[in-house]
C-alpha cells in the first residue's frame, strides 16, 4: 500500500523540503514495466481542480494562457495576474474534458484559490483544492515506457510529465520512486519557475520567461492584468528575465548557506535568487545581457557561472 501517509511514514525530507524515499522499493513486485518508470512524489505541489458550465469563461477572463487552445490532448503553461500584471501564481494547465486541472505549488495554491474566489461570484464554476484528496506525482518517460493509467497527466515535455492521482491510487501499485530533487534539477536544467511561498506579486510573468515557454497569449482577449502585461511586452520595455547559473563549489556549507541575491564584479545587486537545488540557482536578473560571471557576495566571493537554457539560442553576453 502507497498512500500519502505510507509515503509520509517511510521517506523524509531533504534540506530543500523535496521528498527523499526510502532506498529499498516501496513494492515487492518490480519486474512490470511500470515499475521501470521514474516516478517521484512532488510533495509540495498541489492541484486545483476548476469544473462547471462557466469554467472556461471565468478562467479565460483570469489566466494569460487561451482556453480555447487547451483540450484534453494539450497542456499549457498559465498564470493568474493582478490588475497591475503582477502574478499571483503560475501553474501547469490541463482538461479532461469536465474539469480543468492547475498544478502548483501547495502555498500557491492556497493562495490562488482565495484570488479566484473574488472574481468567480457572477459565473457557475467551482474551485477544488485537491491538497488533500490528490497525490502531485513527477514522472520520467520513453517511447518503451508508458503507462496504461487513467489518472491525469499533463506532459510538460517529450521526457516529463506530471500525474494527478487520488489519495489511494498508488495501493498495490508497482512504483520506482525516485528523490524529487531530481524532478527540481531539471527543472532548473528547464528555465521553468514556480511562484512559491512569499514571492507572490513580485514578477510580471515575463520576468520568468513565461513568454517564452508559451504561458501567455497576446492573441486572446481581455484578462485581469493583461494591458500591463502586453503593454510591456510590445513596447518592449521588459527589464528583467529569469537565467541559470552553477555555483562553482561543491562545499556543502556553501551550498547550504546562499543569500538571496547576485552580484556582479564591481559588488552591485543584479537580481533576486528564486530558487536552488545544489548548486544550480534560477535567478531574475535586471537588464537584459547578464554577465556571464556573478557571485554570491558583493566582495566577489563564490563565482557563479550563466548556464544555457534549452528555449535560448546562446549564452546572452
Given at each position: 500500500m502507497v498512500s500519502r501517509s505510507t509515503l509520509e511514514q517511510q521517506g523524509s525530507n531533504d534540506i530543500w523540503g523535496d521528498?527523499?524515499?526510502?532506498?529499498?522499493?516501496?513494492?515487492?513486485?518490480?519486474?512490470?514495466?511500470?515499475?521501470?518508470?521514474?516516478?517521484c512524489w512532488l510533495n509540495q505541489f498541489s492541484a486545483l481542480k476548476i469544473y462547471g458550465p462557466d469554467a472556461e469563461r471565468f478562467l479565460q477572463g483570469q489566466l494569460t494562457c487561451n482556453l480555447t487552445d487547451i483540450t484534453t490532448d494539450t497542456v499549457h503553461y498559465g498564470a493568474c495576474c493582478t490588475p497591475k500584471g503582477r502574478i499571483v501564481a503560475n501553474f501547469n494547465i490541463s482538461f479532461d474534458g469536465d474539469n480543468y486541472w492547475l498544478v502548483?505549488?501547495?502555498?500557491?495554491?492556497?493562495?490562488?484559490?482565495?484570488?479566484?474566489?473574488?472574481?468567480?461570484?457572477?459565473?457557475?464554476?467551482?474551485?477544488?483544492?485537491?491538497?488533500?484528496?490528490?497525490?502531485?506525482?513527477?514522472?520520467?518517460?520513453?517511447?518503451?515506457?508508458?503507462?496504461?493509467?487513467?489518472?491525469?497527466?499533463?506532459?510538460?515535455?517529450?521526457?516529463?510529465?506530471?500525474?494527478?492521482v487520488e489519495e489511494q491510487a498508488l495501493d498495490n501499485q508497482d512504483v520506482?520512486?525516485?528523490?524529487?530533487?531530481?524532478?527540481?534539477?531539471?527543472?532548473?536544467?528547464?528555465?521553468?519557475?514556480?511562484?512559491?511561498?512569499?514571492?507572490?506579486?513580485?514578477?510580471?510573468?515575463?520576468?520568468?520567461?513565461?513568454?517564452?515557454?508559451?504561458?501567455?497569449?497576446?492573441?486572446?482577449g481581455c484578462y485581469t492584468g493583461q494591458e500591463i502585461v502586453a503593454r510591456l511586452q510590445y513596447l518592449g520595455k521588459v527589464k528583467k528575465a529569469l537565467y541559470h547559473y552553477q555555483i562553482d563549489s561543491n562545499d556543502d556549507a556553501i551550498l547550504s548557506q546562499i543569500g538571496t541575491q547576485l552580484?556582479?564584479?564591481?559588488?552591485?545587486?543584479?537580481?533576486?535568487?528564486?530558487?536552488?537545488?545544489?548548486?544550480?540557482?534560477?535567478?531574475?536578473?535586471?537588464?537584459?545581457n547578464p554577465e556571464v560571471n556573478l557571485y554570491l557576495t558583493d566582495s566577489n566571493e563564490f563565482p557563479l557561472t550563466l548556464q544555457n537554457l534549452p528555449y535560448t539560442d546562446k549564452k546572452e553576453k
Amino acid at each position: 500500500m502507497v498512500s500519502r501517509s505510507t509515503l509520509e511514514q517511510q521517506g523524509s525530507n531533504d534540506i530543500w523540503g523535496d521528498y527523499l524515499p526510502q532506498t529499498e522499493p516501496l513494492s515487492a513486485k518490480n519486474n512490470s514495466p511500470a515499475s521501470k518508470i521514474k516516478t517521484c512524489w512532488l510533495n509540495q505541489f498541489s492541484a486545483l481542480k476548476i469544473y462547471g458550465p462557466d469554467a472556461e469563461r471565468f478562467l479565460q477572463g483570469q489566466l494569460t494562457c487561451n482556453l480555447t487552445d487547451i483540450t484534453t490532448d494539450t497542456v499549457h503553461y498559465g498564470a493568474c495576474c493582478t490588475p497591475k500584471g503582477r502574478i499571483v501564481a503560475n501553474f501547469n494547465i490541463s482538461f479532461d474534458g469536465d474539469n480543468y486541472w492547475l498544478v502548483l505549488p501547495t502555498k500557491s495554491a492556497e493562495v490562488l484559490d482565495k484570488h479566484l474566489q473574488k472574481y468567480k461570484v457572477f459565473f457557475k464554476a467551482t474551485i477544488e483544492n485537491c491538497q488533500h484528496s490528490h497525490l502531485i506525482l513527477g514522472q520520467w518517460q520513453d517511447a518503451e515506457t508508458s503507462t496504461n493509467r487513467n489518472d491525469q497527466q499533463l506532459a510538460i515535455s517529450p521526457s516529463r510529465q506530471f500525474l494527478i492521482v487520488e489519495e489511494q491510487a498508488l495501493d498495490n501499485q508497482d512504483v520506482n520512486l525516485v528523490p524529487t530533487l531530481d524532478w527540481r534539477l531539471e527543472d532548473i536544467s528547464d528555465g521553468i519557475f514556480f511562484i512559491d511561498n512569499d514571492q507572490h506579486e513580485q514578477w510580471i510573468p515575463q520576468h520568468i520567461n513565461w513568454h517564452k515557454l508559451d504561458g501567455i497569449s497576446f492573441s486572446k482577449g481581455c484578462y485581469t492584468g493583461q494591458e500591463i502585461v502586453a503593454r510591456l511586452q510590445y513596447l518592449g520595455k521588459v527589464k528583467k528575465a529569469l537565467y541559470h547559473y552553477q555555483i562553482d563549489s561543491n562545499d556543502d556549507a556553501i551550498l547550504s548557506q546562499i543569500g538571496t541575491q547576485l552580484f556582479d564584479s564591481q559588488g552591485k545587486s543584479q537580481g533576486d535568487i528564486v530558487m536552488q537545488r545544489n548548486s544550480q540557482i534560477l535567478a531574475v536578473l535586471n537588464g537584459e545581457n547578464p554577465e556571464v560571471n556573478l557571485y554570491l557576495t558583493d566582495s566577489n566571493e563564490f563565482p557563479l557561472t550563466l548556464q544555457n537554457l534549452p528555449y535560448t539560442d546562446k549564452k546572452e553576453k
